[in-house]
Nanobody
Framework: AVTLTESGGGSVQAGECLRL?????????????CGWFRRAPGKEREGVAG???????MYVTSVQGRFTISQDSARTVLYLQMNNLKPEDPATYYC?????????????????WGQGTQVTEGT
């Protein structure tokens, strides 16, 4: 299994920005998918954004145009840039890595998960 560690969570207000990071170690010679998921209290886990080594990218409709998923050139850090945060965005955000094929927003595609980083609503 791949070890993933998220960071960058915090308290935010509507309209603000935040960037989440996820460090991981994977064999650069293999193909895989990386994704960000979130779970808000009382809600189901939701796929937010995903990217694969073929360059495919997918976002859930509610974050399109506001969130951007990216990787560093060495493919050891996964980012989620979140702009214009909305009241429905606070949640625990998880990064994941998994199969090179499969739906980028479906949890079944992924087999290694981080512990999560919290994005909370500021007061």
């Amino acid at each position: 299994a791949v070890t993933l560690t998220e960071s960058g969570g915090g308290s935010v207000q509507a309209g603000e920005c935040l960037r989440l990071s996820c460090t991981y170690f994977a064999n650069s010679a293999t193909s895989y998918s990386c994704g960000w998921f979130r779970r808000a209290p009382g809600k189901e886990r939701e796929g937010v954004a995903g990217i694969n080594t073929d360059g495919g990218i997918m976002y859930v409709t509610s974050v399109q145009g506001r969130f951007t998923i990216s990787q560093d050139s060495a493919r050891t850090v996964l980012y989620l840039q979140m702009n214009n945060l909305k009241p429905e965005d606070p949640a625990t955000y998880y990064c994941a890595i998994g199969l090179p094929t499969g739906h980028l927003l479906e949890y079944i595609t992924y087999n290694s998960w981080g512990q999560g980083t919290q994005v909370t609503e500021g007061t």
